[in-house]
């Protein structure tokens, strides 16, 4: 009996031996197989594996970008149409070709904005003498002049603004600056001008134009005008214009959305929720729309309006460059003269793609880098998205290609284009509020790129604090692409970045080190960091600021093609592959170093830096009203303090415990994630960082502490009756404020010491 158990023992045992070694064998054959076994430079090693990184720099080739601009370029590719599903096709195949797998396709069907072709828009300028009121005296071009070949084709849509209010809308013309809240008041309370039901006309230029069309709305304008002053657009002269250089002719005129990301972007109909199969849509009545129509010209249109305008000169800043006496209005000398705005655009429900491509990780495969870029333009597109499309297209490739050679990162790297971005950020909203649980569990950091070079002055990057000492060390490897510059000694993107654009210590003394904004909206970046709490960065190469110009003069106009780029932005393609260059450094590092390589203690000194910029703001006022700012302070220098202990431990870290470094690797992903306020900020709820977001007043700007800058705006130009009310909800946001920075604090402590 005892011989017969131990017989049966024996049998088990072997059993359990070879089931066990037969089970290791497959589950190795099979891990091998899917490519896991491949070499990751971080799968040990604290720091990336240097000759992969000074293999992925010599990999990107500028013909190559060359070549997909060329094909990206060649038609229009307006979001929802046949142009931009070819552009579609062709990233879902190329990615596919170099060996990204899976690659993705994910469709939303969304409200999307478009003129009518057969009817287009147009403004009229009407009067007469003799009775004749209604005699058209001038009609806006319905089309942008022809000036080269390629421009010539059919699917070429004509200026419009997206989700403008269709209509008919008539009145007197009131120039308004630049259309901002100080512009209005000016002309309201200070010039008592007469704005309520005429037809205001603004320039583009200082903040985005949805936050024009939403202070247009307030102060009563039927109607709004848009156009590009050749003091912002030509600053060199309307002599010597596109295609002759880049300057902006007077036929060109900006296209653009006019969605108000500062509240929050993605599909109109959806708002918080992605536009899937079974998605509920509220009506477009319900929309956050705008309530009048709007309408973009070029300066030889908007010349032809302004001349002879009645009302006051204005002051000396709201001049342009137009060979006219500029004037307030309302209306004209001629009295009889008043504007008509004929708007046709309309809005319809359309498909939209993002293409996601993956690599995926050998080590820690469900956490993601992210790499980012729209793929959909107003007409040619050649600098905004067409030049960072065509880097991300041999990014991908590059990478691939490591992954053939035996390479693969320690975590997944994800390729994203992103569709109907020019509608208002409307793609990555709808992916990341579909699948915004799993990413804010994986995504490490999202990096985007939107026009990749739009001028060779210098890099410029906007990012949150944990990524900034990384963008530096990175932006030290990467080559100058300035030939100029290397004769100089500035070997390196770095060396031209600190001096051009240097950052400054409050007494405007410069730091040494180059100046990185927070970020704000405007691009793909906003739903991961305003939505789910991603840390991020916004890469470009970027035009000299002195030039005194609010962006590169041929944005989103149909003269932006590949011979613009070609001719005047970047000839060589030199400055888009030293992008690439970086991007892919930045990811690398990201996607491969053991530790992640945040610098914590940079969040603990940003966000002193913030407070006490509220305190030397508005420290009086709160004296004032007897409301102690110790908490909030007592709050920030213990995150602070928090943020040092913290970098410390993570420096100290053996690499080779790998729960360890996943303990903390953790914290330093989670730690935005503490800042996220899930009911969203006031009047915001799609907007839920308590620390980051974009300017109300300009959704392209980044501001600390949003809802709290937000109730101090609103308290100081409350009238008497609300003053007591706006005060209390200030005492609420500083309240809300410092309760996140501790919050912050806590998540940064040991298992058991919060």
Same mark, same amino acid.
């Given at each position: 009996?005892?011989?017969?158990?131990?017989?049966?023992?024996?049998?088990?045992?072997?059993?359990?031996?070879?089931?066990?070694?037969?089970?290791?064998?497959?589950?190795?054959?099979?891990?091998?197989?899917?490519g896991h076994w491949m070499k990751s430079s971080g799968d040990i090693e604290h720091v990336v594996d240097e000759t992969v990184s000074r293999r992925l720099l010599a990999e990107i080739n500028p013909q190559n970008i060359k070549e997909h601009l060329r094909f990206l370029t060649s038609r229009p590719h307006l979001s929802g149409t046949e142009g931009d599903r070819r552009v579609v096709g062709y990233i879902h195949d190329h990615w596919m070709g170099?060996?990204?797998?899976?690659?993705?396709?994910?469709?939303?069907?969304?409200?999307?904005?478009?003129?009518?072709?057969?009817?287009?828009?147009?403004?009229?300028?009407?009067?007469?003498?003799?009775?004749?009121?209604?005699?058209?005296?001038?009609?806006?071009?319905?089309?942008?002049?022809?000036?080269?070949?390629?421009?010539?084709?059919?699917?070429?849509?004509?200026?419009?603004?997206?989700?403008?209010?269709?209509?008919?809308?008539?009145?007197?013309?009131?120039?308004?600056?630049?259309?901002?809240?100080?512009?209005?008041?000016?002309?309201?309370?200070?010039?008592?001008?007469?704005?309520?039901?005429?037809?205001?006309?603004?320039?583009?230029?200082?903040?985005?134009?949805?936050?024009?069309?939403?202070?247009?709305?307030?102060?009563?304008?039927?109607?709004?005008?848009?156009?590009?002053?050749?003091?912002?657009?030509?600053?060199?002269?309307?002599?010597?214009?596109?295609?002759?250089?880049?300057?902006?002719?007077?036929?060109?005129?900006?296209?653009?959305?006019?969605?108000?990301?500062?509240?929050?972007?993605?599909?109109?109909?959806?708002?918080?929720?992605?536009?899937?199969?079974?998605?509920?849509?509220?009506?477009?009545?319900?929309?956050?729309?705008?309530?009048?129509?709007?309408?973009?010209?070029?300066?030889?249109?908007?010349?032809?309006?302004?001349?002879?305008?009645?009302?006051?000169?204005?002051? $000396?800043?709201?001049?342009?460059?137009?060979?006219?006496?500029?004037?307030?209005?309302? /209306? %004209?000398?001629?009295? =009889? #003269?008043? !504007?008509?705005?004929?708007?046709?655009?309309?809005?319809?429900?359309?498909?939209?793609?993002?293409?996601?491509?993956?690599?995926?990780?050998?080590?820690?495969?469900?956490?993601?880098?992210?790499?980012?870029?729209?793929?959909?333009?107003?007409?040619?597109?050649?600098?905004?998205?067409?030049?960072?499309?065509?880097?991300?297209?041999?990014?991908?490739?590059?990478?691939?290609?490591?992954?053939?050679?035996?390479?693969?990162?320690?975590?997944?790297?994800?390729?994203?284009?992103?569709?109907? $971005?020019?509608?208002?950020?409307?793609?990555?909203?709808?992916?990341?509020?579909?699948? /915004? %649980?799993?990413?804010? =569990? #994986?995504? !490490?950091?999202?990096?985007?790129?939107?026009?990749?070079?739009?001028?060779?002055?210098?890099?410029?990057?906007?990012?949150?604090?944990?990524?900034?000492?990384?963008?530096?060390?990175?932006?030290?490897?990467?080559?100058?692409?300035?030939?100029?510059?290397?004769?100089?000694?500035?070997?390196?993107?770095?060396?031209?970045?600190?001096?051009?654009?240097?950052?400054?210590?409050?007494?405007?003394?410069?730091?040494?080190?180059?100046?990185?904004?927070?970020?704000?909206?405007?691009?793909?970046?906003?739903?991961?960091?305003?939505?789910?709490?991603?840390?991020?960065?916004?890469?470009?190469? %970027?035009?000299?600021?002195?030039?005194?110009?609010?962006?590169?003069?041929?944005?989103?106009?149909?003269?932006?093609?590949?011979?613009?780029?070609?001719?005047?932005?970047?000839?060589?393609?030199?400055?888009?592959?030293?992008?690439?260059?970086?991007?892919?450094?930045?990811?690398?590092?990201?996607?491969?170093?053991?530790?992640?390589?945040?610098?914590?203690?940079?969040?603990?000194?940003?966000?002193?830096?913030?407070?006490?910029?509220?305190?030397?703001?508005?420290?009086?006022?709160?004296?004032?009203?007897?409301?102690?700012?110790?908490?909030?302070?007592?709050?920030?220098?213990?995150?602070?303090?928090?943020?040092?202990?913290?970098?410390?431990?993570?420096?100290?870290?053996?690499?080779?415990?790998?729960?360890?470094?996943?303990?903390?690797?953790?914290?330093?992903?989670?730690?935005?994630?503490?800042?996220?306020?899930?009911?969203?900020?006031?009047?915001?709820?799609?907007?839920?960082?308590?620390?980051?977001?974009?300017?109300?007043?300009?959704?392209?700007?980044?501001?600390?502490?949003?809802?709290?800058?937000?109730?101090?705006?609103?308290?100081?130009?409350?009238?008497?009756?609300?003053?007591?009310?706006?005060?209390?909800?200030?005492?609420?946001?500083?309240?809300?404020?410092?309760?996140?920075?501790?919050?912050?604090?806590?998540?940064?402590?040991?298992?058991?010491?919060?």
């Amino acid at each position: 009996m005892a011989l017969h158990v131990r017989m049966v023992a024996f049998l088990v045992l072997s059993c359990v031996v070879v089931g066990l070694g037969l089970g290791f064998v497959i589950g190795y054959l099979a891990f091998r197989n899917t490519g896991h076994w491949m070499k990751s430079s971080g799968d040990i090693e604290h720091v990336v594996d240097e000759t992969v990184s000074r293999r992925l720099l010599a990999e990107i080739n500028p013909q190559n970008i060359k070549e997909h601009l060329r094909f990206l370029t060649s038609r229009p590719h307006l979001s929802g149409t046949e142009g931009d599903r070819r552009v579609v096709g062709y990233i879902h195949d190329h990615w596919m070709g170099v060996g990204l797998d899976p690659v993705k396709k994910f469709p939303y069907k969304v409200l999307l904005s478009s003129p009518d072709i057969n009817h287009p828009s147009f403004i009229e300028l009407h009067g007469g003498n003799g009775g004749h009121r209604d005699r058209v005296l001038y009609r806006t071009q319905l089309y942008e002049k022809i000036l080269r070949e390629e421009q010539n084709q059919s699917d070429v849509v004509p200026p419009f603004n997206v989700y403008s209010k269709p209509g008919v809308v008539q009145g007197k013309l009131v120039y308004v600056n630049y259309g901002r809240f100080e512009d209005f008041e000016y002309l309201k309370k200070k010039k008592k001008v007469q704005i309520d039901g005429t037809i205001c006309i603004a320039r583009y230029g200082k903040l985005f134009r949805a936050n024009k069309v939403f202070q247009a709305q307030t102060y009563g304008c039927a109607g709004l005008i848009l156009y590009t002053d050749p003091a912002d657009y030509a600053v060199a002269g309307t002599d010597t214009v596109y295609p002759y250089s880049w300057w902006l002719p007077g036929t060109g005129v900006q296209r653009g959305t006019l969605k108000k990301s500062s509240g929050g972007l993605g599909d109109p109909l959806t708002p918080i929720y992605p536009s899937i199969e079974s998605a509920y849509r509220i009506s477009e009545s319900d929309a956050e729309l705008p309530e009048i129509p709007v309408h973009p010209i070029g300066y030889g249109d908007a010349r032809e309006l302004l001349s002879g305008m009645a009302g006051e000169e204005v002051p $000396e800043k709201w001049r342009g460059m137009l060979n006219i006496t500029y004037r307030t209005g309302p /209306g %004209h000398v001629n009295r =009889d #003269r008043y !504007v008509k705005m004929n708007i046709s655009t309309h809005s319809y429900l359309g498909t939209i793609e993002n293409v996601v491509g993956f690599i995926e990780g050998a080590v820690e495969p469900d956490r993601y880098v992210i790499i980012g870029n729209h793929h959909d333009a107003w007409v040619f597109g050649a600098v905004d998205p067409s030049s960072g499309t065509a880097v991300m297209l041999e990014l991908a490739r590059a990478f691939a290609k490591l992954v053939s050679e035996g390479w693969r990162p320690r975590r997944t790297v994800v390729f994203c284009a992103w569709g109907a $971005e020019e509608q208002g950020i409307i793609g990555s909203r709808e992916w990341v509020e579909q699948f /915004g %649980h799993l990413l804010s =569990d #994986r995504v !490490v950091a999202y990096l985007n790129v939107d026009m990749g070079v739009q001028g060779r002055h210098a890099l410029r990057a906007r990012a949150l604090p944990m990524l900034k000492q990384l963008i530096f060390d990175v932006a030290k490897r990467v080559p100058n692409p300035d030939d100029e510059e290397m004769k100089k000694g500035r070997k390196t993107v770095y060396d031209t970045w600190a001096l051009r654009y240097s950052e400054k210590y409050p007494n405007n003394t410069a730091t040494g080190k180059p100046r990185v904004p927070v970020l704000g909206s405007g691009s793909d970046f906003a739903p991961f960091v305003g939505g789910i709490g991603v840390t991020s960065v916004d890469l470009r190469f %970027h035009y000299d600021e002195s030039l005194g110009i609010s962006s590169y003069p041929l944005y989103h106009s149909v003269y932006e093609t590949f011979h613009l780029y070609k001719t005047f932005i970047d000839p060589q393609f030199k400055f888009s592959a030293a992008l690439g260059q970086l991007w892919g450094e930045l990811a690398l590092r990201l996607a491969d170093q053991a530790v992640l390589p945040f610098r914590v203690e940079d969040y603990g000194h940003a966000v002193e830096g913030y407070f006490g910029e509220v305190e030397t703001r508005f420290g009086r006022l709160f004296s004032e009203k007897n409301v102690s700012l110790d908490y909030f302070r007592s709050a920030v220098k213990s995150f602070s303090l928090s943020c040092e202990r913290f970098q410390q431990r993570a420096n100290d870290i053996d690499p080779t415990k790998q729960i360890l470094v996943r303990q903390v690797n953790d914290q330093m992903m989670q730690l935005e994630r503490t800042f996220i306020d899930p009911p969203g900020l006031p009047n915001r709820p799609a907007i839920r960082h308590v620390l980051f977001a974009p300017s109300t007043m300009d959704s392209y700007t980044g501001i600390s502490f949003p809802s709290l800058a937000d109730s101090l705006f609103d308290f100081e130009h409350a009238n008497n009756e609300t003053k007591a009310h706006r005060w209390e909800e200030v005492k609420k946001q500083l309240s809300i404020a410092t309760f996140f920075v501790q919050a912050a604090s806590a998540s940064l402590s040991p298992p058991t010491h919060f």
